[in-house]
Each structure stands twice: as structure tokens, then as C-alpha cells.
Nanobody, 124 residues
Framework: VQLQASGGGLVQPGGSLRLSCAVS????????IAWFRRAPGKEREWVSC????????YYTDSAKGRFAISRESAKNTVSLQMSGLKPEDTAVYYCAAVLAGYRRPCRGYDYTYWGQGTLVTVSS
């Protein structure tokens, strides 16, 4: 199983980025997918996730209204569209996957598979 995160970079405050997570070795139709991030000097935090089965999405409070997670099962990829970026969004972003129950909320899982991370820097 491999998860390959990409799309990070340097962006000015208020800008947008789209992160992608290319998944191989597992079927997204049976897995929940999440994005986490780790800011410099801070603990890793959960950002967003998408359920298996019904595509219900969840976001941390700071991401609501600015980030959107989506899944393209045919391409086995999950994306995180980020807009209105703030300096406090600066972090390494990781995608993660777990074999999930059908329509079971994706929050709270102990995620099994992890990508290598992609760095997002929000700075002027």
C-alpha cells in the first residue's frame, strides 16, 4: 500500500492550493481517507476526512468553509482543496487511509496507512 501526497508549496495569505493523495494497493471504496497536518513545533492534528460509502465529509473547525475534501474513486485519489489560506495553515500535510465500516463516521479512526507528507507554506 502506498499513499503519495503532492501539491504543496509556497502560497501567499489568502491564496489557494490543491493537495492530492494518490493511493495504490487498496480500494478507496472500502476505506476512509483523512488529511492530517503537523505544524512546526506542534503535534500532528486531524484536518479533514471523508467516509467510505456515502462521502460524508468532516472538517476541523479551522478548516470549515475554507477546505474541501473529495474522492475520485476511478482514479484512486483524494484531494484537499484549500482556499483562504492563512499563515497558521503552514504545516506538512499527510494523507492517511483506514479500512472503514460502510458509512461509519471517519473521525476517530486509528488510521493505518500514511503518505509521506507534502509541505504547505503560507507566507508573504
Amino acid at each position: 500500500v502506498q499513499l503519495q501526497a503532492s501539491g504543496g508549496g509556497l502560497v501567499q495569505p489568502g491564496g489557494s492550493l490543491r493537495l492530492s493523495c494518490a493511493v495504490s494497493g487498496l480500494d478507496l471504496n472500502y476505506n476512509a481517507i483523512a488529511w492530517f497536518r503537523r505544524a512546526p513545533g506542534k503535534e500532528r492534528e486531524w484536518v479533514s476526512c471523508i467516509n467510505r460509502g456515502d462521502s460524508t465529509t468532516y472538517y476541523t473547525d479551522s478548516a470549515k468553509g475554507r477546505f474541501a475534501i473529495s474522492r475520485e474513486s476511478a482514479k484512486n485519489t483524494v484531494s484537499l482543496q484549500m482556499s483562504g489560506l492563512k499563515p497558521e495553515d503552514t504545516a506538512v500535510y499527510y494523507c492517511a487511509a483506514v479500512l472503514a465500516g460502510y458509512r461509519r463516521p471517519c473521525r476517530g479512526y486509528d488510521y493505518t496507512y500514511w503518505g509521506q507528507g507534502t509541505l504547505v507554506t503560507v507566507s508573504s
